[in-house]
């Protein structure tokens, strides 16, 4: 039996690593394991429901904004609140914020040296050897991120672990002028964005045969769906199944009846599944195939030649990095037209706590986040549930592995291990979030 490990995976959010069996006439099988239980869902029993919100988003820093808004999501449907147009506005402004930081982060540090030194030594495959080689690239990746991260800086209070949301509404809302500043601040970096999308749409173009043979998906795709396009707080749970007749997302219905965890033999990553779903795949891929475009011109108008190069649906993981792209325009549209929109209005009260059972879905950057909360009289935490993205993403993630090794291992160990990281961060698995 041969035997590929490779400990640490390189370029991705927390500590994993990968190990691939197999023998002669035998399909591999490939394990990718993560370590680090932190028990928050532990820790949050008997805690008040206000300060469930501070104490999730410590979860993952990236993605601390997420956690906080599936737990106040969870929190406000357990209690039966309703939260004003405007803070529900800040809410989904500062959430487009830190999608749009997290996928400049992603293409900039993890996938970035992937596209642009595919052949070259993976010592040499990192940010310092592409600042070395162009400096501009670096530069310009960098300067978008910052473009997200001013505004999640005034709209969350801070860039990581914001504290101006909580159940039932947000504390202060943001001053005329400063909308007016950010939005200047967004505008100006049009070009720059919709250079950088042509760019990553470019290096996939040049890597085609790496990205067909490594790996592709068909199975079931699971994202929020809404008809003006992709969103990530308003919408229902659907599924879209590859090789379906007619090929229409379904609706999901009874979601916390349906969903399943299966605990992990080599790591602390929990598999979840849907029952009756097959395989998933969450995160841009899915979102993309649920949807079929994005809702905003420059969006869609970028999505035109992704589809014509990948076909759609899109099955192959590597062309994730370009959907992360265009949901990076994407966001970049909905935050414009956030911060254009009414500037007033009530920002939601007090809780008046109480008992309450509830679930929330909420698409993160890298797919679908379910808090499942229930509540005592006293407001206190009597149970909390977490599914994370790669925790669906993890079985489509191995298979992918699995075929990417089948395809490559004749090229040598080197190659083939290059290969494989080059897979797993297509799927940019989020390690913190995945073990909570």
């Known amino acids: 039996m041969a035997e590929l490990v490779i400990r640490p ?26 370590f680090g239980y932190r028990g928050f869902e532990l820790m949050a029993r008997g805690a008040h429901v206000d300060n469930l919100v501070p104490m999730v988003s410590r979860i993952c820093g990236p993605d601390s904004l997420f956690h906080q808004a599936a737990a106040c999501m969870a929190a406000e449907e357990a209690l039966g609140v309703q939260v004003p147009p405007a803070a529900r506005t800040l809410r989904e402004l500062a959430l487009w914020a830190q999608l749009f930081e997290r996928h400049a982060v992603s293409l900039a540090l993890h996938s970035l040296p992937d596209l642009l030194f595919p052949a070259s030594d993976p010592g040499l495959r990192n940010l310092v050897s592409i600042y070395r080689v162009d400096e501009e690239v670096v530069r310009r990746l960098l300067s978008l991120k910052s473009l997200g991260t001013a505004v999640l800086r005034e709209v969350g209070g801070r860039q990581v672990h914001g504290f101006n949301f909580r159940p039932g509404g947000a ?34 173009r040049r890597s085609e045969e790496r990205v067909r043979t490594a790996g592709s998906i068909d199975g079931s795709y699971l994202a929020m769906r809404h008809p003006r396009g992709v969103e990530i707080g ?61 809702g905003t011109p420059r969006a869609d108008d970028e999505l035109v030649e992704v589809k014509e190069t990948w076909g759609f649906p ?57 808090y499942g ?6 407001g206190l935490v009597r149970d909390l549930s977490i599914i994370s993205p790669l925790q669906f ?42 073990v909570h």
């Open 9 to 34: 995976l390189t370029r991705i959010y927390g500590n994993a690593a990968l190990r691939v069996e197999s023998e002669e006439g035998a399909t591999p099988r490939a394990r990718f394991s993560a």
């Open 171 to 204: 504390i202060r809302d943001l001053r005329p002028e400063s909308r007016e500043s950010l939005a200047e601040r967004l505008r100006s970096g049009e070009a720059l964005l919709l250079e950088t999308a042509r760019l990553v749409k470019l290096l996939l």
């Open 234 to 294: 308003e919408g229902e749970p659907a599924l879209f199944v590859t090789g379906e007749e007619g090929g229409e997302p379904r609706p999901v219905v009874d979601l916390g009846s349906r969903l399943r965890e299966e605990p992990s033999a080599h790591g602390h990553v929990v598999y979840a599944s849907l029952e009756g779903a097959g395989e998933l795949r969450v995160g841009p891929l899915a979102r993309l195939n649920v949807n079929g475009s994005y």
């Open 314 to 370: 899109v099955r192959y993981p590597m062309v994730a990095h370009a959907l992360r792209m265009l949901e990076m325009i994407h966001a970049w549209e909905k935050m414009l037209a956030l911060l254009s929109g009414p500037a007033e209005g009530p920002l939601g009260g007090g809780l008046s706590v109480g008992a309450g059972k509830a679930r929330a879905y909420l698409e993160a950057p890298e797919g679908a986040l379910v």
């Open 373 to 378: 909360l229930e509540l005592g009289e006293d």
């Open 393 to 434: 993403n993890l079985r489509s993630l191995e298979r992918s592995l699995a075929e990417a090794y089948a395809a490559t291992v004749r090229e040598g160990v080197e190659k083939t291990a290059d290969v494989l990281q080059m897979v797993v961060r297509a799927y940019a698995p989020c390690v913190p979030c995945g």
